[in-house]
């Protein structure tokens, strides 16, 4: 419902755990039932924002290279 209030032209940026396989997701630290209500790998969130009217802008894995694992940032921007 939030992402389909927001407006033309706004940019959002989210930081979130990313995973390469859903199938080894109960192995990950960031895996905790009841907490998270979505788990994605990097084209499934794509494609959920996409899904709002969002364009992806930029993708950067520098938390993770700061030591925060398997954390990815994407700066989306509503474009209908």
Request: glycine fraction near 4%.
């Amino acid at each position: 419902k939030l992402l389909n209030k927001i407006n033309k032209d706004i940019t959002i940026i989210i930081s979130i755990p990313i995973f390469e396989n859903l199938l080894k997701l109960p192995l990950s630290k960031h895996f905790r039932l009841n907490e998270h209500l979505i788990y994605f790998t990097e084209n499934g969130i794509i494609d959920y924002f996409k899904k709002y009217g969002f364009n992806i802008l930029e993708i950067n894995d520098m938390e993770t290279k700061a030591g925060r694992e398997e954390i990815k940032t994407f700066v989306f921007k509503k474009e209908i």
